[in-house]
């Protein structure tokens, strides 16, 4: 016994009135009362529901439309009198509704009708008080019809609308997708709708049913004979598809829905139903065809959500689902990966309030019967009336099929199918069901080995690439990496942005041949190297030189493509190298775009003694510069000139404001095939200008004093007047550390920004100096860096080209 919870007792009621309120008043009178009777199998858990009303002379209650499971499970009758002890009889004479336990069965007039098993019984008026027809519902649950089951049976029974008797309308017009066949002769009335269907028109049918029967197609002909021959067909309701010729082209699918009414005092039997067109609902194919497709859709999915989507493409539109989810099985949950639809209110209120996130999830715990199903690792269907629990119910209130995913002896994951209104499922359908569930599962459990070693490559190569850029004074920039999709190798693509002295910053952006984990390594080496010769201070041509040669001592096959830019961001000035990569591209603040057209060199590692021309590039406050690799630019439908010009294009119609929108954007319809990498950065100008001097110092022995009045001589021209016997000092230490510790050229550098005074003097020897832990009183040497450390709010050295650079600021607020 399954309790559906204090909130689920109070709102079903209200659900099966709102449905019955949905059904559509423009069908079919027998139509819309088969619509209604099926809300008693959705929603008062009945097993079996039909309709009995007076037949021609008032003294028979005939069965006219009945769903569920076949009537004689449970001994029930196509008709009783209408005077007898029967529970429809007793409906019509009393006009209240009737309710019977199996107790009460097995003490009634038909006992010895009713089957073994135990079942419960409801008996409701319908069309009037008193003589009219009832509607008669059967329940196998052992607690029988509860306090909501009766009362969502009263308003099924207030909704019923008795169809006219077709005896009322004999002699008149048939309706137009309606049959009336009668069994004895094979004569036969159908509407105009069924006569275009089978392709005759009103003068050429004879009016006999060999003749529609000898258009359909031969292997369809036995379950159709099983309708049209009373011997084969029992009374009640019959449905199924068939296929009828063509004069060109593939059959067309037809759907019949037929009753057979039973005769009585002379009257022969009659099958009367409609017939209408399914080609809409059916692909063409046979589930053979379905299977294939399938096979070659997995075939080509990688990712566990490509399996997902591939399993709902090829299974929710044959099958006419209202609902199909596809999860993977972690432990005791169901991690989902698909929902079709994808609103959460289409799902159980339990999922809905287990979903977590971006991807839904629910307790296994809490649906027994789909743990037993996925144990037993086989697909389980529960037709309408099955009860289940909540969870389950209400994906399927018509049906639901539970797909164990299982391959390698394990079940990996589960597919869940559920249909609103009953479902019946053919022997064709289960066999579809369980090659589905085989071929998903496979297709899974790679898909999961695929989706945890791409994981891994995309980690590798995340660890490989800048974790953060860095906030630059005067500019913004941002980078996108997509790796690609075609395999599982870490590719060669790579982006750095390297802060300079003198607020400068180099942008780079490189590519690696191959997608392996050489690349990858070899990618990883050049990144370093072009980081480290940058921060040496080398120009741009000499760091894309270096790099150059390193990779031409490394006796590699690979070699390497490279885009380097110097951007000076007080200047709004840029010097860039090409060894073999793609130009930069500018798009300038009034939205026109530029391609600089200058010479490059050859890429890295294929000559040793290679020229690697500078180009300059000039930049205005709002221009936004653009690296990116052939990924996004290069196609097999596209030449890479045509790429370069689409992503300018892009550019020019695109905000910079927003700079990390628009690579998202450029990178929108990248294609997967290739590694995609792209740097933007935005140069904006510098609020305040530093102002700027150096000096060069000669080696002299009144060096410092020299040092010291050139000095003196720019603070005053820049108006400072504190801290200078500060400054003085620091500038004395450190060009005299520089005079006495190495040799060559030594020079002196001024720098004022933001209240801030910066001295460095720059040598070459690339000797850091080192501060003293301990001097003596006898010492006469080593205080000079305590001095510059005490007098300084900041020091430190850098290295440079040939050399390094000592640097101390003072605060001139302090």
Same mark, same amino acid.
């Given at each position: ?112 009708? %009713? =089957?073994? $098993?135990? #079942?419960? &019984? !409801? ?7 008193? +003589? /009219?027809?009832? *509607? ?37 017009? %048939? =309706?137009? $997708?309606? #049959?009336? &066949? !009668? ?7 159908? +509407? /105009?709708?069924? *006569? ?619």
């Amino acid at each position: 016994m399954v309790s559906e919870g204090a909130e689920g007792r109070g709102t079903r009621t209200s659900r099966a009135e709102l449905a019955l309120k949905t059904l559509t008043v423009d069908l079919d009178s027998r139509e819309r009362l088969r619509r209604v009777l099926e809300q008693a199998l959705v929603f008062a858990g009945a097993s079996f529901a039909g309709v009995y009303t007076p037949g021609a002379d008032a003294d028979l209650l005939c069965l006219v439309e009945s769903v569920g499971v076949p009537r004689t499970l449970y001994g029930l009758r196509d008709g009783y009198p209408a005077s007898g002890g029967s529970p429809p009889a007793e409906v019509r004479r009393t006009g209240h509704a009737v309710w019977l336990g199996p107790e009460e069965l097995a003490a009634g007039c038909d006992a010895r009708r %009713l =089957p073994s $098993g135990e #079942f419960h &019984l !409801a008996a409701l008026p319908v069309g009037g008080d008193r +003589g /009219g027809g009832c *509607l008669l519902a059967v329940s196998e649950r052992p607690e029988g019809f509860g306090t909501d089951d009766r009362a969502c049976l009263t308003l099924i029974a207030e909704a019923v609308a008795i169809p006219v008797p077709a005896e009322a309308v004999a002699g008149g017009e %048939l =309706p137009a $997708g309606s #049959f009336d &066949l !009668a069994m004895d002769t094979g004569r036969v009335e159908v +509407g /105009g709708d069924i *006569l275009a269907l089978f392709g005759l028109g009103p003068d050429d049918f004879d009016g006999k049913v060999e003749t529609l029967l000898g258009l359909t197609v031969p292997e369809d002909l036995p379950s159709l004979m099983s309708v049209v021959e009373a011997d084969h067909m029992a009374i009640g309701d019959r449905e199924l598809e068939f296929r009828i010729l063509q004069p060109s082209g593939p059959p067309k699918w037809l759907r019949l829905r037929g009753r057979l009414l039973p005769g009585g005092d002379g009257r022969p039997a009659r099958l009367v139903g409609t017939v209408g067109d399914a080609s809409q609902l059916r692909s063409g194919v046979n589930d053979v065809a379905r299977v294939q497709r399938l096979a070659a859709a997995l075939a080509m999915a990688g990712t566990v959500r490509d399996v997902s989507q591939a399993v709902v493409a090829a299974l929710r539109k044959p099958l006419r689902a209202d609902r199909i989810a596809l999860a993977e099985l972690e432990g005791d949950r169901l991690v989902v990966t698909v929902l079709d639809p994808p609103e959460p209110e289409a799902w159980p209120e339990l999922w809905r309030q287990e979903w977590r996130s971006e991807w839904p999830d629910a307790p296994v715990r809490t649906m027994p019967t789909l743990a037993a199903a996925l144990s037993e690792g086989r697909a389980a269907i529960w037709p309408a009336g099955t009860a289940l629990e909540p969870a389950l119910a209400e994906v399927g209130p018509g049906g639901l099929a539970v797909l164990p995913l299982s391959a390698g002896g394990r079940v990996s994951g589960a597919c869940l199918i559920g249909w609103d209104s009953p479902h019946v499922f053919g022997p064709d359908e289960r066999a579809l069901l369980t090659a589905s569930a085989g071929l998903a599962g496979q297709a899974l459990m790679r898909a999961h080995a695929f989706d945890a070693e791409h994981e891994l490559v995309g980690m590798l190569q995340r660890q490989l690439l800048p974790r953060r850029l860095p906030k630059l004074p005067g500019a913004v920039a941002v980078a996108r990496y997509l790796p690609t999709t075609a395999g599982l190798e870490v590719g060669g693509d790579w982006y750095d942005v390297i802060p300079l002295p003198d607020n400068h910053v180099a942008l780079v952006i490189g590519d690696v041949q191959g997608h392996n984990a050489g690349a990858a390594t070899l990618m990883s080496q050049m990144r370093t190297a072009l980081r480290a010769y940058a921060v040496e201070g080398h120009p741009p041509d000499v760091v894309v030189s270096h790099a150059n040669r390193l990779l031409m001592d490394l006796e590699t096959d690979l070699f390497a493509t490279c885009c380097y830019v110097d951007v000076n961001l007080e200047e709004g000035s840029a010097w860039y190298v090409r060894a073999g990569h793609l130009p930069p591209v500018l798009r300038h603040p009034d939205g026109g775009t530029e391609i600089p057209d200058a010479d490059g060199g050859p890429p890295l590692g294929v000559v040793t003694q290679a020229d690697f021309p500078m180009s300059p590039l000039r930049l205005q406050p709002g221009t936004v510069v653009a690296l990116t690799t052939d990924g996004l630019v290069e196609s097999k439908e596209a030449d890479i000139d045509e790429g370069i010009d689409r992503l300018a294009h892009g550019l020019a119609v695109s905000d910079p404001a927003h700079l990390g929108l628009v690579a998202d954007a450029l990178l929108g319809n990248a294609r997967r095939d290739d590694d995609v990498a792209l740097l933007l950065m935005r140069y904006d100008g510098l609020a305040t200008r530093p102002l700027r001097e150096n000096w060069t110092v000669w080696r002299v022995p009144e060096a410092a004093r020299h040092a010291r009045r050139f000095t003196k001589r720019t603070l005053r021209v820049w108006g400072v007047t504190e801290e200078t016997d500060a400054i003085l000092l620091v500038v004395s230490e450190l060009v005299t550390n520089a005079l006495v510790h190495t040799d060559g050229p030594v020079r002196l550098d001024l720098t004022l920004v933001n209240r801030r005074f910066r001295v460095a003097v720059a040598d070459s020897s690339p000797r850091t100096p080192v501060k003293p832990t301990s001097i003596g009183w006898e010492a006469t040497g080593g205080r000079g860096i305590l001095l510059v450390e005490a007098m300084s709010a900041a020091w430190g050295t850098v290295p440079v080209s040939g050399g390094k650079q000592v640097w101390a600021e003072i605060a001139l607020d302090r």
